[in-house]
């Protein structure tokens, strides 16, 4: 498992982090381009009638012998930056090689009350509708647009294949918010005060870098 691993993460440390504690909770987030104000869109919303509150989002092989739960609320500040800058190098060397077995779990602490919830939902409606690849995709878009999902923007920001007005009803009626709740409880009953906080195989890791989490999967491997 060394190949390229090792230059990888070393690039992937040398990006910033406030803090290894990440969000408590209070603050805000990035400008960015993801719009969910309905208000913004030519739809009329209904409240979604059968969500899929059973559908956990997910990546890699599911009979991995490593399990990597990953607790995240989507308007806090260091899941963004989790997200964006380090994530991706856990995917590239561990999930896609078939080592990991990845879970997103909501953690609302929440940052920002307006928003913490709705976007949740609104990406685990699209991971329910079009698959675990379009919840990542919408995630990414999500954090990438970070403080700014009230306005200034139009359906061209979507993520492709995302169903605008389902997107958006999924968000004003925080159609997911059950399983969200339930995520946070069980995140709770594990020790997750603050986000985000990544657990592998059942033990929280010290921080979000990528040279953290990677120190211990190898470990698990």
Known sequence: MEHTR????????????????GCLGGGGGADGGLNLDPEAYDCDLSEPSDPDLDYRPTLGNPD???????????????????KLDHFPTIREEYIGSGDVHYEHWDFPLPVDEQWAVPVASAARGVGARHGDEAFFEFATAAYESQGSYGG????????AGADTCAVLADA?????????????????SMGVSGTPTIFVNGEAV????????????????
């Not at 200034?152 to 993520?159: L, R």
């Not at 925080?174 to 409880?185: F, G, L, M, T, V």
């Open 172 to 188: 004003e009626f925080s159609a997911y918010e059950e399983s969200i709740q339930n995520d946070k409880s069980e995140g709770e």
């Open 64 to 82: 991995a012998d490593v399990t990597v739960q990953a607790f995240e609320d989507f308007t806090c500040g260091h899941c963004a930056t989790y």
């Open 6 to 21: 090792r230059s990888l993460l070393a690039g992937a440390a040398s990006v910033g982090v406030i803090g290894a504690a």
């Open 206 to 221: 010290a921080d979000y870098q990528a040279e953290t989490i990677a120190a211990a999967i190898d470990e698990a491997l």
């Open 152 to 159: 200034g923007s139009s359906t061209d920001d979507m993520p």
